[in-house]
């Protein structure tokens, strides 16, 4: 989780509202270039994987998605050999204010796909209590084991594999056309 943390300051003179405010959302990287397009007053181009952040700079109120996601790539786990097309362990996250779920999954290079049935492990930390301060307090313990958990793993898998264009959905539900982006 700490390589996927960034802080995200955006000051615009169009919505004085949000001088000086702080706030606590899921926001990913991908979210800049739609804010950009949509605050220079352009339509934002088909295929783009963010979510334009106006809507939280005219009212940070405004109902939001409750996941990002972020992956990760690493070398395949010992005992698995590559071929030629130089294949590799990806590990894709979502985050959402409570939990971290990743999956560590084949990776195809060559056709830059994932191929989910094809497991190296998965993750689960808990980030409930997590104010931001420490990056590494809510990150030592994978509780991916644990049985009392079932239900909050299936729900985060369910998460992850729907993907950004779930969280696309939920936004639209709440700003209708309004959220610029589209995945």
């Known amino acids: 989780d700490i390589a996927a ?6 000051r615009t003179p169009i919505y004085e509202q949000s001088h000086g405010i702080a706030m606590d959302m899921l ?4 979210d800049i270039y739609p804010t950009l397009v949509e605050l220079a007053g352009f339509e934002a181009p088909k295929g783009l994987e ?13 109902p939001w998605k409750n996941a990002s996601f972020s992956q990760y790539p690493r070398g395949l786990p010992q005992g698995h050999k590559a071929d030629e097309r ?5 590990g894709y996250s979502v985050r959402t204010a409570e939990w971290r779920y990743t999956e560590w999954v084949y990776f195809h290079n060559k056709t830059l796909t994932h191929d989910w049935s094809r497991n190296f492990g998965t993750e689960l930390y808990d980030h409930r209590g ?4 420490s990056f590494s307090a809510y990150e030592n313990q994978n509780l991916v ?31 209708g056309t309004e959220a610029s982006a589209v995945v």
């Open 5 to 10: 943390r960034a802080p995200l300051i955006i």
């Open 27 to 30: 926001t990913e990287h991908v």
């Open 50 to 62: 963010g979510f334009s952040l106006v809507p939280l700079l005219k009212d940070k109120a405004a």
């Open 86 to 90: 130089g294949d590799h362990a990806m």
């Open 130 to 133: 997590d104010n931001g301060t």
């Open 145 to 175: 084991s644990q049985p009392e958990l079932k239900s909050v793993i299936a729900q985060m898998q369910a998460l992850l594999h729907a993907g950004p264009q779930a969280q696309l959905e939920r936004v639209r539900a709440f700003h």
